[in-house]
T-cell receptor
């Protein structure tokens, strides 16, 4: 079975802190994604990566950056956390081609 | 611009009922459509993936159909159980150039199956 693992289930950070959310997949997938999910807004794509060191902005990249130094790991970085970044963050991965997407268990981030 | 709609937003049924969840999309140029389940506070679990050339997919008590020409998919759940209570999300992968890496999401149907 595909396994996508996010480093934390719950995080509480202070405004202005630099925050790292880590995601690791074990199926050698080329494509990886970071979403945030908010009530009434659904899932919104922040960034995705289609290969090592490759990244592309999603629909709401402002305030975020990403890093993909190794194929299995995709990191989301909040350079200076703000309260409006309080959300559920979801990581996903997918093999290249027209294939199924698999998700991690989610990280509930609260910025106070 | 592709838009995905799921109706109803919430559904409550007694245990044992067969039920249908709906997903509609505005542009038939898609590679595939995927149904997911999400339990409260958790990530998404993939249920079924239907490629654009397929009409339906089945997994256990779940059956998903796809009618590309009318822009519709349904998820049929047979003999519902309280453990089926969750939010069900559908997402389409557009096939038009320049936009085919991303999934377009519905807002989900929140299902409650009452014992």
């Amino acid at each position: 079975d595909v396994k996508v693992t996010q480093s934390s289930r719950y995080l509480v950070k202070r405004t202005g802190e630099k925050v790292f959310l880590e995601c690791v997949q074990d199926m050698d997938h080329e494509n990886m994604f970071w979403y945030r999910q908010d009530p009434g807004l659904g899932l919104r794509l922040i960034y995705f990566s289609y290969d090592v060191k490759m990244k592309e902005k999603g629909d709401i990249p402002e305030g975020y950056s990403v890093s993909r130094e190794k194929k299995e790991r995709f990191s989301l970085i909040l350079e200076s956390a703000s309260t409006n970044q309080t959300s559920m963050y979801l990581c996903a991965s997918r093999q290249q081609g027209i294939t199924e997407a698999f998700f991690g268990q989610g990280t509930r981030l609260t910025v106070v | 611009k592709q838009e995905v709609t799921q109706i109803p937003a919430a559904l409550s049924v007694p245990e044992g009922e067969n039920l249908v969840l709906n997903c509609s999309f505005t542009d038939s140029a898609i590679y595939n459509l995927q149904w997911f389940r999400q339990d409260p506070g958790k990530g998404l679990t993939s249920l079924l993936l239907i490629q654009s050339s397929q009409r339906e997919q089945t997994s256990g008590r779940l059956n998903a159909s796809l009618d590309k020409s009318s822009g519709r998919s349904t998820l049929y759940i047979a003999a519902s159980q309280p453990g089926d209570s969750a939010t069900y999300l559908c997402a389409v992968r557009p096939s038009n150039a320049g936009n085919n890496r991303k999934l377009i999401w519905g807002l989900g149907t929140s299902l409650a199956v009452n014992p």
